[in-house]
């Protein structure tokens, strides 16, 4: 079985400051990666997704994540943010035969300020 | 494009009652899965539904079950409520079992069991 753990439950940022959201997992077998978002009163939406490839992957909104496999990390990063990205985050994994299985972590909260 | 449209937005409920929750899927997807969110938490997998049959389950117990029609609409059944399942359920859908690798989230029921 797998596991999820995102590091830090809240993130507090400035407007236009960097941000990176830590996520590492644990799983006997291959993994493909996710990073959801949840805005206010909204579902969740796919921000971007590794399945294979190369392991740098972006977002069409600034976001981008590397795959680590030596480290088991999806981390996940923007250069600079907008109030708009104020929201919660929510790293996940499916083992590579259990499409649309997902296991979730605990989520980051990111708030953006002025 | 219709999205993925849950019903009831919000309920209360007494323990040992049972409920009933529903999602219509997006156009043109065959799959639904359902998670639960408890407050402060990210999804947990409860069950997902692949053309009217069952197609992998979480841990929960036996007093959560599913369906799926025709239509792959779905709903989901919660017996003797009890204190805990208070929270944010979730029905995604995607196409073929989830297997481009991205999956489309309702708003979610909110579920309170006093």
């Known amino acids: 079985a797998q596991s999820v753990t995102q590091l830090d439950s809240q993130v507090p940022v400035f407007e236009e400051a960097p941000v990176e959201l830590r996520c590492n997992y644990s799983?006997?077998?291959?993994?493909?990666l996710f990073w959801y978002v949840q805005y206010p009163n909204q579902g969740l939406q796919l921000l971007l997704k590794?399945?294979?490839?190369?392991?740098l992957v972006e977002s069409i909104n600034g976001f981008e994540a590397e795959f680590n496999k030596s480290q088991t990390s999806f981390h996940l990063r923007k250069p600079s943010v907008h109030i708009s990205d104020t929201a919660e985050y929510f790293c996940?994994?499916?083992?590579?035969?259990?499409?649309?299985?997902?296991?979730f972590g605990a989520g980051t909260q990111v708030v953006v300020t002025p | 494009e219709t999205g993925v449209t849950q019903s009831p937005t919000h309920l209360i409920k007494t323990r040992g009652q049972q409920v009933t929750l529903r999602c219509s899927s997006q156009?043109?997807?065959?799959?639904v899965s359902w998670y639960q969110q408890a407050l402060g938490q990210g999804p947990q997998f409860i069950f997902q539904?692949?053309?009217?049959?069952?197609?992998g389950r979480g841990n929960f117990p036996p007093r959560f079950s599913g369906l799926q029609f025709p239509n792959y609409s779905s709903e989901l059944n919660v017996n003797a409520l009890e204190l805990d399942d208070s929270a944010l359920y979730l029905c995604?859908?995607?196409?073929?079992?989830?297997?481009?690798?991205?999956?489309?989230f309702g708003e979610g029921s909110r579920l309170t069991v006093l």
């Open positions: 995604a859908s995607s196409p073929d079992r989830g297997r481009t690798g991205e999956l489309f």
């Open positions: 799983s006997s077998v291959s993994v493909y």
């Open positions: 590794y399945l294979s490839g190369s392991t």
């Open positions: 996940a994994v499916s083992e590579s035969d259990s499409w649309g299985k997902l296991q």
């Open positions: 156009s043109g997807h065959n799959t």
């Open positions: 539904y692949y053309r009217e049959e069952e197609n």
